[in-house]
């Protein structure tokens, strides 16, 4: 069964800090391409970091590049990946989404992140 699964969403003021994991299983994930996108209220999801299956090639939305760090650990069946956020800005608000890119695009179910001005 393939599960990606999000987690360390919640609220916070502006300047905080948050770090998302996601938990991907059920596919070799390992050798996928992942990222995280974000859909903030009544807009259309979009893309907000990704890595390479091996993580050397991290790449950001210009919006979070410089606060936003994308990572993952390959090591165990269960591939995680993270995203530390810093500096976090009430623009910033969204749920954020785990996806990898195999055969097909896989997805979590999302987490949501708030922002307090």
């Known amino acids: 069964q393939v599960q990606l699964v999000e987690s360390g969403g919640g609220l916070v003021q502006a300047g905080g800090s948050l770090r998302l994991s996601c938990a991907a299983s059920?596919?070799?994930?390992?050798?996928?391409?992942m990222g995280w996108f974000r859909q903030a209220a009544g807009k259309e999801r979009v893309f907000v970091a990704g890595i390479s299956w091996s993580g050397d090639s991290p790449y950001y939305a210009d919006s979070v590049k410089g606060r936003f760090t994308i990572s993952r650990d390959n090591a165990k069946k269960t591939v995680y990946l993270y995203l530390q956020m810093n500096s976090l800005e009430p623009e910033d608000t969204a749920v954020y989404y785990c996806a990898a890119l195999g055969m097909r695009w896989y997805w979590g179910q999302g987490t949501q992140v708030t922002v307090s001005s």
């Open positions: 059920g596919r070799t994930f390992s050798s996928y391409a």
